[in-house]
């Protein structure tokens, strides 16, 4: 995912999967072969209402650029649209805008913070109300922006990040989203629980499927660290 030279600009939503990521690839850096730079980025859909500056300490306390960018997203989904199901038009826009502001601080490539759980819900989703087998890929070229996206943490489990964000006492902002709990994933979700609980395994085995399928970009390749460039990574 990651090569000598990257600018990678990290999606900071201020939530806990979000976080972890960009602590993990600061600490990455002191250690990997290959060197690269990070740079966070948050998407304000609605300022005012939400309070970043713990994320900027933060930032500041790692040494990375911190930049903030203020949307009236909410605004037009919530208040002007009025949205049944905002969740998939909040996220276009909101990528829309990290992707704008990535390539304008100079960053080639993108780090998101979906996570192993994110993977298996998201493929499940595909298939219960798309009819398709499907999920996001591990890494993903953007021909119209000319970006590479990311996604670092997809071997993490939820239950793992949240322990390690509470154990650290790492800030976290609150989700003020009106939708927040109340969407098709938080179905998806609580679904996948239940099915964990009366099949233990079931979302390891469903990740392993994704893999064994393959879907396209989740390939189980060479265990060599130097991975094929051919597939971006």
């Known amino acids: 995912m ?16 979000s976080v ?26 609605d300022p005012g209402k939400n309070d ?22 909410f605004e037009i989904i919530f208040d002007i649209r009025k949205e049944e199901n905002p969740c998939s038009l909040c996220a276009k ?35 219960i109300y798309e009819g398709r087998i ?11 922006k ?14 793992i990040i949240r322990r390690t964000v509470k154990k650290l ?3 976290i902002v609150k989700n003020l989203c009106p939708a927040n709990g109340n969407t098709k994933r938080q179905e998806i ?3 996948v629980a239940d099915m964990n609980s009366k099949y233990p395994g079931y979302s390891t085995k469903i990740f392993n499927s994704m893999q064994r399928l393959p879907l396209a970009g989740w390939e189980i390749l060479d265990k060599n660290p130097r991975l094929s460039a051919k597939k971006g990574l």
């Open 20 to 45: 972890i990521t960009l602590l993990a690839l600061s600490e990455l850096r002191r250690f990997y072969t290959e060197d690269f730079e990070i740079k966070a980025i948050t998407i304000d859909s």
């Open 52 to 73: 970043f500056s713990e994320i900027k300490k933060l930032c500041s306390e790692h040494n990375i650029e911190y930049s903030i960018v203020e949307s009236n997203i």
């Open 93 to 127: 826009m909101r990528r829309g805008m990290l992707h704008d502001e990535a390539l304008r601080l100079g960053c080639n490539k993108i780090a998101l913070g979906h996570n192993f759980n994110d993977a298996v819900e998201t493929f499940l989703m595909s298939q």
């Open 2 to 17: 990651i090569k000598s030279g990257d600018v990678i600009g990290v999606g900071v939503s201020g939530g806990k999967d």
């Open 189 to 191: 979700k609580e679904f």
């Open 134 to 144: 499907s999920c996001f890929s591990p890494v993903t070229y953007l021909d119209r």
């Open 146 to 159: 000319g970006l590479w996206q990311i996604r670092p943490l997809l071997y993490a489990d939820e239950y």
């Open 169 to 171: 006492g790492i800030p």
